[in-house]
């Protein structure tokens, strides 16, 4: 529920809105931030991608619906990984993370322009360019998570 609540307030912009360094008191806190808004990332994209896929029904609505909220979310993890936040809470973000701060950063600017034209393509409600940003957005996730998250 604490998980949910605060995804519910970034989702209401209340923690978006605050400097990052005010966002968390305790390292932890932004461990389980990070990790609930990439649970609900990958909750909302997985829909779209199922559609991509051909393992859902494409409905050009819904998949708007899901992709804008993926787009709202999409910056809130990157906000979470300051320093001391890389122990504890079952995190699985490597030290590469903060060792390689500039690759971390590629991956995560590689990702954010994903998302902007999965946005634009959710927009569209046109489903081959849905499907080509989904594949690339789906990309960029993997692409991060080959050096950064442990498997
Ligand atoms: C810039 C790097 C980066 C990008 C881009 C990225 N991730 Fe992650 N992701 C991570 C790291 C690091 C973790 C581990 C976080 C932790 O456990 O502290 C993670 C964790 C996760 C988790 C596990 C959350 C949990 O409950 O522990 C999911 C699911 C996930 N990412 C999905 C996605 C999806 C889907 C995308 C693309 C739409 C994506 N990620 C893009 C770095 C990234």
């Known amino acids: 529920m604490k998980k949910m609540s605060l995804a519910a307030a970034a989702v209401a912009g209340l923690v978006t809105a605050l400097p990052a360094a005010a966002q968390f008191q305790k390292p932890g806190d932004a461990i389980e931030y990070r ?7 990958a909750s909302h994209f997985g829909r779209v991608a199922a559609m991509a896929q051909g393992k859902a029904p ?3 609505k819904v998949a708007a619906e899901n992709i804008a909220i993926v787009s709202t ?10 320093p001391g936040t890389d122990k504890g809470h079952g995190t699985e973000a490597k030290a590469a993370v903060w060792s390689d701060a500039a690759g971390f ?9 994903a998302v902007e034209k999965l946005d634009a393509a959710g927009k569209t409600g046109d489903f081959a360019q849905i499907k080509a940003a989904v594949g690339e957005t789906g990309g960029s996730c993997k692409g991060c998570h080959d050096k950064f998250k442990e498997k």
């Open 58 to 60: 494409f409905d050009a």
């Open 73 to 82: 979310l999409a910056k809130l993890p990157l906000t979470a990984f300051g």
């Open 105 to 113: 950063k590629a991956a995560a600017d590689k990702y954010v322009a």
């Open 35 to 41: 990790q609930s808004a990439f649970t609900l990332i």
